[in-house]
């Protein structure tokens, strides 16, 4: 049985560079991915995760330069791909970095009915996957994916977030 305190298994280096937006504080996000660490199979490390809070410019020159799409989108995940020789020796495995834009998280939150908490522990959920190689471009893959965000989210308390109100 696990101890009443959690123990967190990520940890999150977050940059801001969108003030005036809501975002969740950084234990929440830790609570959030740790959480989806857990459902991994097998016993995942501790990791390290850098988060960076953009907005629609910056997000849409991060899709433009690293996927070739001209538009700002919710979340963009960049894996770190260190060889085994080098990660097995650290505390905490980098795991990669999320970009996630505020203003498209608040304005999907807002369109599609959903808290802002729920939202963005939805995308941070995706994006973590997305960071350990899950991918949503088959609809195998997809219904994989989404079938464990699910789980996560309903783990924590929040609803299947792809049932749109």
């Keep these: 049985m696990r101890p009443a305190t959690t123990v967190t ?3 999150v280096d977050l940059d801001n560079a969108c003030p005036g937006h809501w975002i969740p504080s950084v234990t929440m996000m830790e609570k959030w ?22 907005d629609e410019t910056g997000s849409a020159a991060l899709n433009r330069n690293f996927r070739g799409k001209d538009y700002p989108t919710n979340v963009l995940s960049f894996i770190c ?31 599609q009915g959903k808290s802002q908490e729920a939202h963005w522990a939805h995308l941070l959920t995706h994006g973590f996957l997305h960071l350990h ?33």
């Design 81 to 111: 791909d260190l060889p085994a020789l080098v990660s097995d020796t650290l505390k905490r495995v980098p795991l990669g970095d999320l970009a996630i834009c505020a203003p498209i998280v608040d304005a999907e939150a807002s369109n």
């Design 9 to 11: 298994s990520v940890k």
């Design 33 to 54: 991915l740790s959480a989806a660490s857990h459902k991994l199979p097998g016993h995942p490390r501790p990791a390290r995760i850098g988060i960076r809070i953009v």
């Design 133 to 165: 190689g899950f991918t949503h471009d088959t609809a195998p893959h997809a219904e994989a994916m989404e079938s464990l965000e699910i789980r996560v989210l309903e783990e924590l308390g929040f609803p299947n977030p792809y049932l749109i109100n």
